[in-house]
């Protein structure tokens, strides 16, 4: 099966610093990257949607210039949460997609707790 | 916007009972997904659904999806406490990932 990592995994940041999630699909291109967070004891909720190359679309209520993601490459796509603020402690979990593959796989996930 | 109604949102019952879990939308969708996550984890692929009228079936849980490719459910016999944990379903259309609000189950001893 395909992996998928994220990093890292755990992170504990003050309010107003930006913090940078990697996402990497280790075996197939991936076209697309899907960036979705899960707030504590709630569903995961789609937040954006990145191809390679290009601009990300953004889900309605998500601010584009306060999570920037950048998918330059066929296996790596970032997702930088601009001074961050308690209320987007979250967990965030990137499903990288392409190559033909209909099964998506999860990226293990990385939780952010800013304080 | 595509949205997919999960319920009930919260069910405890004894072990050794039955239980259903529903998922419904408006939309149609080339497939549907169940998936199980466990605290602090990503979700883990239950299974996934195809073709309308399908039905599936996992030891214990059986997954069915609609005829019209809007709907699906997840039955459970004889709930164990190791089924404990959340349940999602996820609607997939034009490649992207909708998912239920989720459904928390408890199983008790």
């Known amino acids: 099966g395909a992996v998928v990592s994220q990093h890292p995994s755990w992170v504990i940041c003050k309010s107003g610093t930006s913090v940078k999630i990697e996402c990497r699909s280790l075996?197939?291109?991936?076209?697309?990257m899907f960036w979705y967070r899960q707030f504590p004891k709630q569903s995961l909720m789609l937040m954006a949607t990145?191809?390679?190359?290009?601009?990300?679309?953004?889900e309605q209520g998500v601010e584009k210039d306060k999570f920037l993601i950048n998918h330059a490459s066929l296996t790596l796509s970032t997702l930088t949460v601009t001074s961050a603020h308690p209320e987007d402690s979250s967990f965030y979990i990137c499903?990288?997609?392409?190559?033909?593959?209909?099964?998506?796989?999860f990226g293990p996930g990385t939780r952010l707790l800013v304080l | 916007t595509q949205l997919l109604e999960q319920s009930p949102q919260f069910l405890s019952i004894q072990e050794g009972e039955n239980l259903t879990v529903y998922c419904n939308s408006s939309?149609?969708?080339?497939?549907l997904q169940w998936y199980r996550q466990e605290p602090g984890e990503g979700p883990v692929l239950l299974v996934t659904?195809?073709?309308?009228?399908e039905v599936k079936k996992l030891k214990r849980l059986t997954f069915q999806f609609g005829d019209a490719r809007k709907d699906s459910s997840l039955h459970i016999t004889a709930a164990q406490p190791g089924d404990t944990g959340l349940y999602l379903c996820?609607?997939?259309?034009?490649?992207?990932?909708?998912f239920g609000k989720g459904t928390r189950l408890h199983i008790l001893p």
């Open positions: 996820a609607g997939v259309s034009n490649d992207k990932i909708i």
């Open positions: 499903i990288p997609s392409g190559g033909g593959r209909e099964t998506q796989y």
């Open positions: 939309s149609v969708f080339s497939s």
């Open positions: 990145s191809n390679e190359g290009s601009k990300a679309t953004y």
């Open positions: 075996d197939f291109q991936a076209t697309t």
């Open positions: 659904v195809v073709t309308g009228g």
